[in-house]
């Protein structure tokens, strides 16, 4: 008997940097999510979608589950990674191997309103130097709820994913696929763009890094053999422009340097890309400039 198609959306929760979106992109086998040491590098619900022969896979990508210092934004994200929660087929709680925190504690407890299977993926696996202690640390993580599978995987050199995979498959219900098969992702090119400029501030400011910054493609247009994109990084005071410019610009020339040619790769295409940096204050404690600049419960 020929299996039946299978198809679902599949939410992937955790604390912030335990590896969600490095998981996403690994199971799509391309870049979709950002990832950054930092946590909170995702801020939105992002869809990756993997159309295989016998399932479609819509995986959920969410802001990591935290405890939040009050500021608007940070509620915007708590609140898209529990909505995220609803009305998924799957649950993948992603957890480090030998880290267990109390944002962990907080998203186990979000989990207990679950009522679709939850498979436990205990990242980071290669960081483990004694392997003989990873099965006792597997051992106390299946004491932490009953879990549908626990599997120990590294997101980073893709050790068990093809595992995981197979497990999440088998739990899909039976359904023709959502998406059409060339669709990646439910997010635009635009997101997609100003998301890699934002990585790349990310990864270069480290504890510079100021909290409220954003970035928005003002303007994209294709001519022929290049793309023309103006993007504006929007920062909540003078002195955050200041250190995202850099002495002499030498900070946003080396973002701005390394976000084309990533998005060069992204679009296929030759990119001229020309960032802005304005200062807008307090938008980040501001409902309404949150929605404004994207972040709403839904798209
Ligand atoms: N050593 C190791 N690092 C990882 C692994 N997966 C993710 N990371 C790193 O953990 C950090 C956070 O990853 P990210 O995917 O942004 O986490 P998220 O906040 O849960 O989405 C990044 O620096 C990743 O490179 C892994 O399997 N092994
Ligand atoms: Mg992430």
């Known amino acids: 008997?020929?299996?039946?198609?299978?198809?679902?959306?599949?939410?992937?929760?955790?604390?912030?940097?335990?590896?969600?979106?490095?998981?996403?992109?690994?199971?799509?086998?391309?870049?979709?999510?950002?990832?950054?040491?930092?946590?909170?590098?995702?801020?939105?619900r992002i869809l990756g979608i993997k159309t295989g022969k016998t399932a479609q896979f819509v995986y959920v990508d969410t802001p990591g589950l935290h405890r939040y210092n009050g500021r608007a934004m940070n509620r915007q994200m708590n609140r898209a990674a529990s909505q995220a929660l609803q009305d998924v087929d799957v649950?993948?709680?992603?957890?480090?191997?030998?880290?267990?925190?109390?944002?962990?504690?907080?998203?186990?407890?979000?989990?207990?309103?679950?009522?679709?299977?939850?498979?436990?993926a205990v990242n980071k696996v290669d960081l483990i130097a004694n392997k003989e202690e990873l099965l006792p640390a597997l051992q106390a993580l299946s004491e932490k709820r009953s879990f549908d599978q626990i599997i120990p995987l590294s997101a980073v050199r893709g050790d068990n994913i093809a595992e995981l995979e197979s497990c999440v498959e088998a739990l899909l219900p039976e359904s023709a696929p959502f998406y059409p098969e060339d669709q990646v992702t439910d997010r635009s090119e635009r997101f997609l763009v100003a998301e890699r400029v934002r990585e790349k501030l990310f990864r270069k400011l480290g504890k510079e890094l100021p909290y409220g910054l954003t970035v928005e493609v003002e303007d994209f247009r294709r001519d022929t053999g290049i793309i023309h994109i103006h993007a504006l990084i929007w920062v909540e005071r003078q002195s955050q422009k200041n250190i995202v410019i850099g002495k002499q610009g030498r900070v946003l020339k080396e973002v701005g340097q390394q976000a084309r040619l990533d998005i060069e790769q992204l679009l296929d295409s030759k990119v001229n890309l020309k960032l802005w940096v304005k200062v807008k204050e307090g938008w980040a404690d501001d409902e309404r400039a949150l929605r404004s600049l994207g972040y709403t419960d839904d798209y």
Not at 27 to 40: E, N, V, Y
Not at 99 to 120: F, H, N, S
Request: glycine content about 6%.
């Open 91 to 120: 649950v993948v709680f992603i957890v480090e191997g030998m880290r267990w925190t109390a944002d962990d504690d907080l998203v186990l407890k979000e989990l207990e309103r679950i009522r679709c299977p939850v498979v436990l």
């Open 1 to 44: 008997m020929v299996p039946k198609y299978r198809c679902g959306y599949i939410a992937l929760v955790g604390r912030p940097n335990v590896g969600k979106s490095t998981l996403l992109n690994r199971l799509l086998g391309q870049k979709i999510s950002i990832t950054s040491k930092r946590p909170q590098t995702t801020r939105h």
